[in-house]
């Protein structure tokens, strides 16, 4: 079992491009969750899904677009990267419902805009 | 405006003492507390969380403290280890805001042999 996946590991890109990074859970959780980690900052939520179908702004939304197609998969996609959005991206996921669940974190992908 | 903060961005302590990891909030709403550890190169690992009806919940070597007069809550390690060297979030939800975390910066713990 492999828990979540990212891809790609770490990526440089130019400002302007368009990136989509991946996320893939295989546990069946209903919701997924979008994070960057910015040093001194923590992680801040970007984006979140509480399930298939439906999507949700975070803390930190701009520049940042989401699908969720199904319950698996979860992509953020920036249309087009500014080196603000340099930072390490954490895609996490955890079962729906109740007061509180264990977010599983995958181990991310480190994105440098130049 | 952090919500969450751990104001100290490191701390080292010697094997076999005591770590104390401290995290304060603002928000009175929040209703649930949690720690996530973090290694090098891998995602965020859940530690341990605290309700905020609670004052006290303990597992093993790790026990959460919260004062919620104070917004406080701290992280103690008994005996800390090596492998506990780490960064470690403070984390808190927020009743209704579908279980989003609004995570601290993170407090770098070294535990040296």
């Known amino acids: 079992i492999a828990g979540i996946t990212q891809a790609p590991t770490s990526q440089i890109l130019a400002a302007g491009r368009r990136m989509t990074l991946r996320c893939t859970q295989d546990m069946r959780h209903n919701a997924m969750y979008w994070y960057r980690q910015d040093l001194g900052l923590g992680l801040r939520l970007i984006h979140y899904?509480?399930?298939?179908?439906?999507?949700g702004k975070g803390e930190v939304p701009d520049g940042y677009s989401v699908s969720r197609a199904n319950t698996d998969d979860f992509p953020l996609t920036l249309a087009s990267a500014v080196p603000s959005q340099t930072s390490v991206y954490f895609c996490a996921s955890s079962v729906a419902g109740g007061s509180w669940n264990e977010q599983f974190f995958g181990p991310g992908t480190r994105l440098t805009v130049l | 405006d952090q919500q969450v903060k751990q104001n100290s961005p490191s701390l080292s302590v010697q094997e076999g003492r005591i770590s104390i990891l401290n995290c304060d909030y603002t928000?009175?709403?929040?209703?649930?507390f949690l720690w996530y550890k973090k290694y090098p190169a891998e995602g965020p690992t859940f530690l341990i969380s605290i309700s905020s009806i609670k004052d006290k919940n303990e597992d093993g070597r790790f026990t959460v403290f919260l004062n919620k007069s104070a917004k406080h809550l701290s992280l103690h390690i008994v005996p800390s280890q090596p492998g506990d060297s780490a960064v470690y979030f403070c984390?808190?939800?927020?009743?209704?805001?579908?279980?989003?975390?609004?995570f601290g910066s993170g407090t770098q713990l070294t535990v040296l042999p």
């Open positions: 928000n009175s709403m929040f209703d649930y």
């Open positions: 984390a808190a939800i927020r009743s209704g805001s579908a279980r989003q975390l609004t």
């Open positions: 899904s509480n399930t298939a179908g439906t999507t």
